[in-house]
Structures are given as structure tokens and as C-alpha cells.
């Protein structure tokens, strides 16, 4: 089955309003090499669709809620009848019955048996069953599998060598280099697909590692899993997902790039289980208005919203309102490139993070921990009593009401006891606060990179950042129960 894209991402409805494209008439016609497509696919195809398969799966699933009996009048004649009837009908609901659904995958070692294929396509299946082109069928396990990267590593036992194909270089590939699927759309078996590479590196919110290639050759219901091929035959993506109305292809589909799939793969065989590396922070994307108010040129790399206690990161210094420019050696562009570096680094491996801190680059050292054992111990942590504290008068600043932080406002916003700072009470509907979503009972833990303790503390800070003629005040937020986040607001003069 071809994956559909979370609710935001399908287009829904009859219609869809779509703007005019205006032809351009273009002066120079391309060189025929160039603007033809490949005359024939058809030697490439026959030569790799022995090494894709259907996967077909079957899974128990629970028994459906009974059938009430409907009401009738006390002592009528089919009051027999429609109790016979509808026992008969809850007896048949009750039993567990069997789903199946199909899917694709490939062979990557034919002595072995691997195949590779979707996460979602054996989610939950009690048995997989792996259809060969030539009508062979062999029993799947499981060795591992992946929801993050919506991957799975199959084995089968081959009684002969089974044909294979490798991956090739996803970074290597172009926008508008040919690309061909192979796959078992709808259920109908090996199926030719051909397009081009439509996008690259593609963010579909499907999962933190979104680095997707986006494709116009037709995926549909029961591609996924299937390989995505360059014109030299090697795989450079594994088709996964698709933007559609209605589970056909609209010249919309998305796939796994080779070079995020190569390490997930190789983990999954070794181990049964992934092994990613682990920094131990929260980020979020670093804005224009964020990168002006911390003084930056341009807006790249990973603000640190917040640090795990004992993680890698507090170890090494690393703080909230850092911002990761560089990681291992390897620049950071953009906040969602760095989820990407950092699980595919050796675990316990100690590498370089360069950080921006107040203005000024500082290099520190990181031994990354495994993300999946900081995942498992999850949770915990009982709260400090917090010392009572004297409530000041409150005070204005860019549409925010502040106060001090005493019991009977935490008490009211019901704000854990380990968090410190300067409450907002209220916010002014239409100002630069509430734009940015501020709400009262967020906590100001710092303006500017700096501490805060009393709301005096926050109007000093938001005039000193107006005599340094900074347009934005970045405020460290913390919510109720102490999830941070950065927020910049416009200085108002």
C-alpha cells in the first residue's frame, strides 16, 4: 500500500483552485539529446524486476463491537425472529478475522535472502509472504525494523541465489533526472513506472529524519516499499508516500533516499534495532527575527531551545540559546539538518559542536550518547520546592502583564515547582505578544540571553536592547510544565 501523507498534506476535496500557468515561449529550442526522455526502459526493467517483490501480509485483528438488538413491542410476533437473527449475526462478529494487505519491497542479498521494505507495509502482520516474479512464494521475518525512517529489513530462506540489486548514490541525482519504479500498484504485480526527479530533500512532517526525494513517476496503493531507480540501475530510493485525493497518483510521490536508508538497513541487520546517536537538546528553527535580535547575519543553524539534564549536551556546556552552526566538522544549514547528522554519528564517538553563543563562536567537545536508551529512561524527576517569594507590583511590557513568580500565581497556572523566572498574567489582544502566541502563565526565563528574576528585570533588558538599536527582544519562554521554546518580539517604540 502506497502511504498517504498526514491529514494537513492530503488534498481533499472536489475541487482545488489552482492558478493559471502562463506559457513562455522559450527562444531557443533544447538540443533533441536533451529534451527527450530515454527512448526505452524496457532492457533496465527486465533486468531488475526479478529482484522485486510483492509483499503480502495477513493480520488478526479483533472482533467487532455486537449489533444491539433493536427495540420492539413487548410481545410481538418477531421479537423471535430479530433475537434469532441478530445472535446469529453477533456470533459471526465475534470471531477474529483475518485482514490482508499488499505491498512492494526488493532483494539486496539474493544468498541471504534480505529484502527491504516499509515499516507500515508489515505493521502488525502475523505473516509475510514474499511473491517472486517467476510466481516463487517464501515465508518473510522479520529482522528489524525502523517507524522513524518507515523502514524494514525482511528475510526469507531462498532455495537458490536470488536475484539482487544495490543502491546507488542518492546525493549524486539531479532535479530532472529520469527515474523508474517497479512495483505491485493496487495489487496487479510487477509494474513499470517512469519519471523524473521532481524535488529534492523534501519535508513532509512524516518524521524527524524528513530529507524525502520527491518523484512524478507513478506511485500508487502498493508501491510502497518498492525501489526508486536511476537510469544505471541501482536504487537511490525506497517509494514511501504519496499526496492524493484518492490513492492513485496525481504526480505526486516521495521516497526514502539510499543514503538515509544504507545506515538504517545496516543497523537493522546487525542488531534487529536501530542505534542512533544522541545530543541531548531540543531545537527549534533559527527565524529572521530571531537571528537579528541575537545579532546574526543570516539565519541558519539550530537554536537550543532546551538541554536534557545529564545528556550528552549539559555535559559538555552546551546551554539554551546556543545556536549549533557546526556539527562534526560539517556546517549546519538549517535546524532540520542536524536530527540528520547526528543519528547517523557513532555512538559514543566524540565530535565537535561549534556554537553561537552571545555573538561569539565556541567550540565544544560532545560524546554522543544512543538516543534509544535516552528514549527508554524517559520520564521521572520529582521537583524542588520552590522558596516563597514576596509579590511585587506588576508591570507592563510589549502587551505583556508580568509579575513575580509567587505561590498563589504558580498555584493558579499551575506551574511546576522547579520553574523560575517571571510570570505573564495576561496578555493585550493585537500586540506583539499575543501575535507571537505568548499566554498567560508562560514563564520569562531570560531577555536577550540574559537571566530575568523580577519583571524590573525584563524592562531593563528590553531598554538596553533598544539603546543597542536591536529591532527584536528574544525571549526564553518556559510553558507550565517546563517545556521551553524562544520567542523574539518586536520592540515597539
Given at each position: 500500500m502506497a502511504r498517504l501523507l498526514a491529514p494537513k498534506l492530503i488534498i481533499r476535496g472536489a475541487a482545488v483552485a489552482v492558478a493559471a500557468a502562463v506559457a513562455l515561449t522559450v527562444a531557443m529550442p533544447l538540443p533533441p539529446a536533451l529534451a527527450q526522455g530515454p527512448a526505452s526502459v524496457a532492457d533496465l526493467a527486465e533486468g531488475?524486476?526479478?529482484?522485486?517483490?510483492?509483499?503480502?501480509?495477513?493480520?488478526?485483528?479483533k472482533a467487532q463491537r455486537s449489533v444491539p438488538l433493536p427495540k420492539v413491542p413487548e410481545g410481538s410476533p418477531f421479537q423471535e425472529f430479530f433475537e434469532e437473527f441478530f445472535n446469529r449475526q453477533n456470533r459471526d462478529r465475534d470471531q477474529p478475522r483475518q485482514v490482508q494487505s499488499l505491498g512492494s519491497g526488493f532483494v539486496i542479498d539474493g544468498v541471504d535472502g534480505i529484502i527491504i521494505t516499509n515499516y507500515h507495509v508489515i505493521e502488525g502482520a502475523d505473516e509475510i509472504t514474499a511473491n517472486f516474479n517467476d510466481g516463487t512464494k517464501l515465508v518473510?521475518?522479520?529482522?528489524?525494523?525502523?517507524?522513524?525512517?518507515?523502514?524494514?529489513?525482511?528475510?526469507?530462506?531462498?532455495?537458490?541465489?536470488?536475484?539482487?540489486?544495490?543502491?546507488?548514490?542518492?546525493?549524486?541525482?539531479r532535479v530532472g533526472d529520469w527515474v523508474m519504479a517497479i512495483g505491485n500498484p493496487f495489487g496487479l504485480g510487477g509494474t513499470v513506472t517512469v519519471g523524473i526527479v521532481s524535488a529534492r530533500n523534501r519535508d513532509i512532517n512524516a518524521g524527524p529524519y524528513d530529507n524525502f526525494i520527491q518523484t512524478d513517476a507513478s506511485i500508487n496503493r502498493g508501491n510502497s516499499g518498492g525501489p526508486l531507480f536511476d537510469m544505471d540501475g541501482k536504487v537511490?530510493?525506497?517509494?514511501?508516500?504519496?499526496?492524493?485525493?484518492?490513492?492513485?497518483s496525481i504526480g505526486i510521490g516521495f521516497a526514502i533516499p539510499a543514503k538515509t536508508a544504507v545506515n538504517?538497513?545496516?543497523?537493522?541487520?546487525?542488531?534487529?534495532?536501530?542505534?542512533?546517536?544522541?545530543?541531548?537538546?531540543?531545537?527549534?528553527?533559527?527565524?529572521?527575527?530571531?537571528?537579528?535580535?541575537?545579532?546574526?547575519?543570516?539565519?541558519?543553524?539550530?537554536?537550543v531551545a532546551g538541554v536534557s539534564e545529564d545528556g550528552p549536551a549539559a555535559q559538555a556546556d552546551i546551554q539554551p540559546g546556543d545556536v549549533i552552526v557546526s556539527f562534526d566538522g560539517r556546517p549546519v544549514p538549517a535546524m532540520r539538518d542536524l536530527p540528520r547528522m547526528v543519528a547517523d554519528t557513532?555512538?559514543?564517538?566524540?565530535?565537535?559542536?561549534?556554537?553561537?553563543r552571545k555573538g561569539e563562536e565556541?567550540?565544544?567537545?560532545?560524546?554522543?550518547?544512543?538516543?534509544?536508551?535516552?528514549?527508554?529512561?524517559?520520564?521521572?524527576?520529582?521537583?524542588?520546592?520552590?522558596?516563597?517569594?514576596?509579590?511585587?507590583?506588576q508591570s507592563e511590557a510589549l502587551g505583556m502583564i508580568l509579575a513575580d513568580l509567587d505561590d498563589?500565581?504558580?498555584?493558579?497556572?499551575?506551574?511546576?515547582?522547579?520553574?523560575?523566572?517571571?510570570?505573564?498574567?495576561?496578555?493585550?489582544?493585537?500586540?506583539?505578544?499575543?501575535?507571537?502566541?505568548?499566554?498567560?502563565?508562560?514563564?520569562?526565563?531570560?531577555?536577550?540571553?540574559?537571566?530575568?528574576a523580577t519583571p524590573k528585570d525584563v524592562l531593563d533588558r528590553i531598554a538596553a536592547l533598544k539603546a543597542e538599536k536591536r529591532k527584536s527582544a528574544l525571549l526564553l519562554l518556559s510553558n507550565p510544565t517546563g517545556e521551553l521554546r524562544f520567542v523574539p518580539l518586536r520592540i515597539e517604540e
Open positions: 531488475l524486476a526479478d529482484a522485486v517483490v510483492n509483499i503480502s501480509t495477513a493480520q488478526t485483528v518473510a521475518e522479520v529482522l528489524g525494523s525502523d517507524e522513524k525512517t518507515d523502514l524494514a529489513v525482511l528475510k526469507v530462506k531462498p532455495t537458490k541465489p536470488l536475484k539482487a540489486v544495490d543502491f546507488g548514490d542518492s546525493d549524486a541525482i537511490v530510493g525506497i517509494n514511501t508516500a504519496i499526496i492524493s485525493p484518492s490513492g492513485g538504517v538497513i545496516a543497523q537493522l541487520r546487525e542488531f534487529g534495532e536501530t542505534r542512533r546517536g544522541w545530543l541531548g537538546v531540543r531545537i527549534q528553527e533559527v527565524t529572521d527575527e530571531i537571528a537579528e535580535s541575537l545579532g546574526m547575519d543570516e539565519a541558519k543553524g539550530a537554536l557513532a555512538i559514543g564517538k566524540a565530535v565537535d559542536v561549534v556554537v553561537l565556541v567550540t565544544l567537545q560532545v560524546t554522543l550518547g544512543r538516543l534509544e536508551d535516552a528514549e527508554a529512561a524517559e520520564n521521572g524527576g520529582g521537583a524542588a520546592p520552590k522558596q516563597e517569594t514576596e509579590q511585587a507590583p498563589a500565581l504558580r498555584e493558579k497556572f499551575q506551574i511546576d515547582a522547579e520553574i523560575e523566572g517571571v510570570v505573564v498574567t495576561e496578555v493585550a489582544p493585537g500586540s506583539v505578544a499575543a501575535d507571537k502566541r505568548v499566554q498567560a502563565g508562560d514563564v520569562i526565563k531570560e531577555v536577550g540571553q540574559e537571566p530575568v
